[in-house]
């Protein structure tokens, strides 16, 4: 059986497209979106998971039009958050028996 790819964590997408098409460094985003360096950071670094304050802003900033719908960025964060906590199931070989009607 082939295995899907992983989902790309949505920091890289920001890291990789987004950022470099406006042609702006982390610290210049970080100011643009008011949160710190640090924090944009480690969402463009995959060390941390981006939150819906985060990808509100990110909506704020590029506008639904212009690739930041909210909703978007959640749904990637949240196919990679889902990948991983299967995988992790998978690779533990939890048993997990339906659940069965009284």
């Known amino acids: 059986m082939s295995r899907i790819h992983t989902p790309s964590h949505p920091g890289l ?3 990789d497209d987004v950022l470099p098409a406006l042609g702006l460094s ?3 985003a970080a100011e643009q979106l008011g949160v710190s360096r640090i924090t944009l950071s480690r969402v463009l670094h995959g060390r941390a998971a981006l939150s ?21 960025w959640l749904a990637e964060q949240s196919a990679f958050d889902l990948w991983h ?5 998978r690779q533990n070989r939890v048993k997990i028996r ?5």
């Open 52 to 72: 819906p304050d985060m990808a509100a802003r990110l909506e704020a900033w590029l506008g639904k039009s212009r690739g930041g719908d909210a909703r978007a």
């Open 13 to 15: 997408t920001l890291r």
């Open 85 to 89: 906590a299967q995988e992790k199931l």
């Open 98 to 102: 339906p659940a069965v009607q009284a």
């Open 26 to 28: 982390v610290t210049e």
